[in-house]
């Protein structure tokens, strides 16, 4: 059951999230196992927070629990792009000149996603500031192809 839920649309977990025929924490540790066999081959997620994911997981959890409204993306983890402003997570822009960069707020897209209960879970690899048809920078490198590892992912989110 684990493994298949990497493989069930986002809306469809939503709703299961929702109808509590999953819990939050379920599916993020579904995806953190994914996360684990797949990502030190392919290099797509280049910050991950189990630590933070698996808290908010656990309070999304206690909010349906309690009866709490919840919104449409309650309990759905997710990779923000790096390009995001992402409060509090390290956000480069592929640029060795913001490797160490840590917004103090969110972009309007992080917040709206977060605001309608999306879990983050860390960043996704993308080309120097986004620009460019293939994934790789100068800070984390390439990022491949989940289905055939000699080809790139294309665009700029890798």
Not at 48 to 71: F, H, I, Q, S, T
Not at 72 to 84: E, F, N, S, V
Request: charged share 20%; hydrophobic share 40%.
């Amino acid at each position: 059951m684990t493994d298949e839920l990497n493989f069930i649309t986002a809306r469809e977990l939503a709703r299961r999230i929702r109808g509590r025929e999953l819990s939050a924490v379920e599916v993020l540790q579904a995806h953190l196992e994914q996360i684990d066999r797949v990502n030190p081959m392919i290099n797509a997620i280049i910050t991950l927070l189990p630590e933070r994911a698996l808290a908010d997981a656990r309070a999304a959890d206690a909010a349906l629990e309690r009866g709490d409204d919840v919104g449409p993306l309650h309990g759905l983890p997710i990779a923000h792009k790096d390009t995001l402003a992402t409060k509090g997570i390290r956000t480069t822009q592929g640029s060795p000149i913001y490797a160490d960069a840590v917004p103090d707020e969110n972009a309007l897209i992080v917040e709206r996603i977060q605001g309608a209960g999306a879990i983050s879970i860390g960043k996704t690899n993308v080309p120097e500031f986004g620009a460019g048809s293939q994934t790789f920078n100068t800070v984390f490198g390439t990022t491949l192809n989940t289905y055939d590892l000699s080809k790139t992912p294309g665009g700029s989110s890798g």
